[in-house]
């Protein structure tokens, strides 16, 4: 097990501590890593007559960050218990013909539940 190991801690609903990189054999004892709660966002894909739109890919960028799919919607629309990263952050959708009214910036809070209600227009 000699070498240099990268060490990679997650958990469900947490985003991921920064990894950490250690050479083996070593003196280490022990190594603290801090998770940070994510936000959780539920709701409904609609268009502009509140018509549920199904199977829409939701993706969620973090200041900074690339975007990364975070949930679809339902065949009904719906989307629940979707983790994204607490702080500011844009959700996005553009797929399947369909994109957002207008962007949706959010500031959530660690552990925070948002409902909402996406408006999506055929492009």
């Given at each position: 097990?000699?070498?240099?190991?990268?060490?990679?801690?997650?958990?469900?609903?947490?985003?991921?501590?920064?990894?950490?990189?250690?050479?083996?054999?070593?003196?280490?004892?022990?190594?603290?890593?801090?998770?940070?709660?994510?936000?959780?966002?539920?709701?409904?894909?609609?268009?502009?007559?509140?018509?549920?739109?199904?199977?829409?890919?939701?993706?969620?960028?973090?200041?900074?960050?690339?975007?990364?799919?975070?949930?679809?919607?339902?065949?009904?629309g719906e989307f629940a218990n979707l983790?994204?990263?607490?702080?500011?952050?844009?959700?996005?959708?553009?797929?399947?013909?369909?994109?957002?009214?207008?962007?949706?910036?959010?500031?959530?809070?660690?552990?925070?539940?948002?409902?909402?209600?996406?408006?999506?227009?055929?492009?």
């Open positions: 097990l000699s070498g240099e190991w990268k060490i990679e801690v997650g958990a469900v609903g947490y985003d991921s501590a920064q990894p950490r990189y250690v050479t083996l054999p070593s003196e280490v004892g022990s190594l603290d890593f801090q998770l940070v709660q994510c936000a959780r966002i539920s709701g409904v894909t609609v268009d502009a007559a509140g018509v549920p739109v199904g199977r829409i890919p939701i993706r969620a960028r973090a200041a900074g960050a690339e975007s990364r799919r975070v949930g679809v919607s339902g065949r009904d983790y994204v990263s607490a702080g500011a952050l844009e959700l996005l959708v553009r797929s399947g013909g369909y994109e957002l009214v207008s962007p949706l910036e959010l500031q959530l809070e660690p552990g925070e539940v948002r409902e909402m209600r996406l408006v999506v227009v055929k492009r």
